[in-house]
Structure formats: structure tokens, C-alpha cells
């Protein structure tokens, strides 16, 4: 198993552990009990994962002397609403959580954003301890403490900073989890791979047959890799107010185009699409090498994403979103462009007639 500690502020008593093993859910569970975070936990997943590893943990946490409770609430996107906070709050308060309790968020990105601000708000604040159990939860949504939920009107638009109080990961937890959502995972570690140095990338494009098997020491390597670099970003600029932008590398595009199909577009196609546009613009604008424009293309087509902007999405539907996106300054939308794979910036705008042709240059 392997440790890592974020620090927040450089100060001790804002750290919490990052841990990453295989086949550990009874060692969490020791962890957990270990760390006396709490008097008494309630782990918070969806109908899903319930039953394929919640009710596990919670025989370990139980086992060991530990008093735990389960709720569950609907899987998928659509429960990261009000209505859910204010269903799991009236949960907790029927079990009698108190300010000494503590609450387990187990499964991915929408049990940790949900639970991670329902934990951040309950009677002023409860501690949060992440369990993610998918590959997006697992390298990006669990470090960092952003918590949210969303509005009719868009996407995370309310939410808070909220660190959890330590990370557990099972890479085994990645062996039933469904492709798109594993391709979900992918995409953002491609991502860190563009942003971060040079070494990740060419590690993720020497081992394209290892990630598509989902071989299990690789995929322990390069979680590890991504959870230090996103580590690292976090504790130089928690609350982002500048560094941690470039987290957002083909997101800003790749937001839109997941809006505009309808949420049809995965997460992991629509990002995949806006680092390639990205990077495309990068080229132009920029003067990032061709070379390293193609090698960005071809390794998301080699672990079998989107490279292309299906048909049926209108580029005047995608450009009207952009121009709503929520991370926009004045009339600026920030986009992040690379000098060279490893060398990202925040740029402060591109041209509309820039935008225009790269999105119809990509179509499918
Ligand atoms: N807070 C952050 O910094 C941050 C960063 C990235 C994404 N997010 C958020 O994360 C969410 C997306 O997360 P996600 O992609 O994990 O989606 P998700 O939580 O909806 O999980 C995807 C699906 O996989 C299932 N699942 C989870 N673990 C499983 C497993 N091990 N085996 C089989 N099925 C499993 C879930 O039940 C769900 O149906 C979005 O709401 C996004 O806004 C937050």
C-alpha cells in the first residue's frame, strides 16, 4: 500500500493521508477505526455501489468494533441536486448523527461531491473521509476538496471547499467498473499526463495495452503519479485562484459539448475532444510543435476516446455555451493552452473566428 500526506497551508494540522492499495477494503476499514476521527461513522454511497461494496465495508467497519451505518441514494448525475442534501440530512438526523460522527463517502465522483458538501454544511460541519471507487473519483474528484451539487441552470453551481479528513483507495474497486466510465477516468489521466512534465504521458503511451487491460500493478503506478500531481497543484493553490486552473486542460470546450449533446457525449469523450481542440489551438496560437499536437491525438485515440464532435451538435449551440461557462471573466473565456506537452498556461482568450473553425475542423 502506498502514503501520501497533502498539506494545506504547509501547516500539519490541515493534512490529510492519501492511500492507494489493492484489495484493501478491510484495511480502510482498520484505518478508519485507527484514526479516530469520529465516534461513530455513516458511509454515504449510491444503490450501485451498495451493494457491490458498501455493505462490505460496513461488515469490516462493524467487525472491528467500529458503530457504522449505511444510507444510499440513486445512483448517477441526477441525484447531485437539493433535494438529495436535504433527503440524506433528514437520514442523518432520523440515525441521530451528531457533530461527533462522521460520514465515509463510498463510490464516485457524484457520492463524494454530494456527500462531501452535505458533510460541509451538517450542524456547521462534519469530517469526510472519500472511499472513490472509480477512476475519475479516484486521480481527480476525491483530492482537493471541491464539493458540490447542481441547479436546473447548470452543473456545480453550488458548493463549497471542504478537505476531506483522509482518502482511501482500492484500485480493485476499477475491475467492475463499467468502460465509459473507466474511459471517464482515462481522459483526466491523459489530462495530467499533458500537464504535468513530460514523464506521465510518455508512460501512459508505452502502456496502452496495460491500461486497456486494466493491469493492475500499471494502473497502481500511475494512480499513484496522478494523485501527486494533483496533490501538488492542490497544495499550492487550494482554493483556485490561479495554478489549479490548468486542472481544467480541455475542460472548458469538453464542458459545452457535454452539455450541448444532452449529456449524451461522456464526460471522458466530450474532455477528450476539448484537449485535442485545445491543443489544436495551442499550435496556432502558441506555436506548440505539430509533433506534439499529434502525439496528444494519438494517444486518446489509442485508449479508444473521442477524437471527433458528433454531427448532430451545432457549433452555434457550442460557442452559445461557452459563452455561458461559469469559470468566464467579463467577456474573457480562459482557455488552457500548452506551450509544450508538460508546460500548460491560462490564456486569456482565443479569437471567435479561431474557435469557430477548429470546433468544424473537428467534426465527425
Ligand atoms: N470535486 C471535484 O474536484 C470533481 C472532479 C471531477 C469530477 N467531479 C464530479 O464527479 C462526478 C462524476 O464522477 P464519476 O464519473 O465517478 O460518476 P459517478 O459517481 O456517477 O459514477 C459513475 C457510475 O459508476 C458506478 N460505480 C461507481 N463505482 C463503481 C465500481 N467500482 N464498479 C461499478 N460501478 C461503479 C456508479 O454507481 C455510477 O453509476 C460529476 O458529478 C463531476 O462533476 C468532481
Same mark, same amino acid.
Not at 176 to 180: A, D, K, M, N, V
Not at 334 to 351: A, E, R, S, T
Given at each position: 500500500m502506498k502514503k501520501m500526506k497533502v498539506y494545506l497551508d504547509r501547516k500539519q494540522?490541515?493534512?490529510?493521508?492519501?492511500?492507494?492499495?489493492? +484489495? /484493501?477494503?478491510? =484495511? /480502510?476499514?482498520?484505518?478508519?477505526?485507527?484514526? =479516530?476521527?469520529?465516534? =461513530?461513522?455513516?458511509?454515504?454511497?449510491?444503490?450501485?455501489? =451498495?451493494?457491490?461494496?458498501?455493505?462490505?465495508?460496513?461488515?469490516h467497519l462493524t467487525k472491528m468494533g467500529v458503530k457504522a451505518d449505511l444510507i444510499a441514494f440513486p445512483t448517477g448525475e441526477r441525484s447531485k441536486n437539493f433535494q438529495s442534501v436535504l433527503d440524506l440530512s433528514g437520514k442523518l438526523l432520523d440515525l441521530g448523527v451528531d457533530r461527533k460522527s462522521a460520514l465515509i463517502a463510498l463510490g464516485g465522483g457524484v457520492a463524494g461531491d454530494l456527500t462531501g458538501f452535505v458533510a460541509s454544511i451538517y450542524m456547521r460541519g462534519l469530517p469526510c473521509i472519500q472511499v472513490p471507487t472509480t477512476l475519475v473519483a479516484q486521480v481527480d474528484s476525491s483530492i482537493g476538496g471541491k464539493t458540490a451539487i447542481d441547479l436546473p441552470q447548470g452543473k456545480n453551481l453550488l458548493g463549497t471547499f471542504y478537505q476531506p479528513a483522509g482518502v482511501f483507495m482500492d484500485i480493485k474497486c476499477l475491475e467492475?467498473?463499467?468502460?465509459?466510465e473507466y474511459l471517464n477516468g482515462l481522459a483526466e489521466l491523459v489530462k495530467y499526463g499533458i500537464i +504535468?512534465?513530460?514523464?506521465?504521458?510518455?508512460?501512459l503511451e508505452g502502456g496502452v495495452d496495460s491500461i486497456r487491460s486494466r493491469n493492475r500493478q500499471f494502473l497502481g503506478k500511475i494512480i499513484h503519479t496522478a494523485c501527486t500531481i494533483k496533490k501538488g497543484i492542490v497544495e499550492m493553490d487550494e482554493r483556485e485562484q490561479g495554478l489549479r486552473r490548468i486542472l481544467n486542460f480541455g475542460h472548458t470546450l469538453g464542458h459545452a459539448l457535454e452539455a450541448?449533446?444532452?449529456?449524451?457525449?461522456?464526460?471522458?469523450?466530450?474532455?477528450?475532444?476539448?484537449?485535442i481542440a485545445a491543443a489544436q489551438l495551442s499550435q496556432t496560437l502558441y506555436g506548440l510543435h505539430g509533433e506534439d499536437r499529434e502525439r496528444i491525438e494519438g494517444l486518446m485515440a489509442l485508449l479508444g476516446l473521442a477524437c471527433r464532435i458528433p454531427k448532430d451538435i451545432t457549433t452555434e449551440d457550442i460557442l452559445s455555451r461557452l459563452r455561458r461557462d461559469k469559470k468566464k471573466e467579463g467577456d474573457?473565456?480562459?482557455? #488552457?493552452?500548452?506551450?509544450?506537452?508538460?508546460?500548460?498556461? #491560462?490564456?486569456?482568450?482565443?479569437? +471567435?473566428d479561431l474557435l469557430r473553425k477548429t470546433i468544424e475542423g473537428l467534426r465527425g
Open positions: 494540522s490541515q493534512s490529510y493521508e492519501i492511500c492507494i492499495g489493492y +484489495d /484493501i477494503l478491510d =484495511r /480502510i476499514a482498520m484505518m478508519i477505526a485507527n484514526s =479516530r476521527i469520529a465516534a =461513530r461513522y455513516v458511509i454515504v454511497t449510491d444503490d450501485c455501489v =451498495r451493494p457491490l461494496y458498501g455493505e462490505t465495508l460496513l461488515s467492475s467498473l463499467p468502460e465509459t +504535468d512534465g513530460e514523464a506521465l504521458f510518455q508512460q450541448a449533446s444532452g449529456y449524451r457525449l461522456s464526460h471522458g469523450n466530450a474532455v477528450a475532444v476539448g484537449m474573457t473565456i480562459h482557455f #488552457v493552452m500548452l506551450k509544450k506537452i508538460g508546460l500548460p498556461f #491560462v490564456n486569456g482568450g482565443v479569437p +471567435d
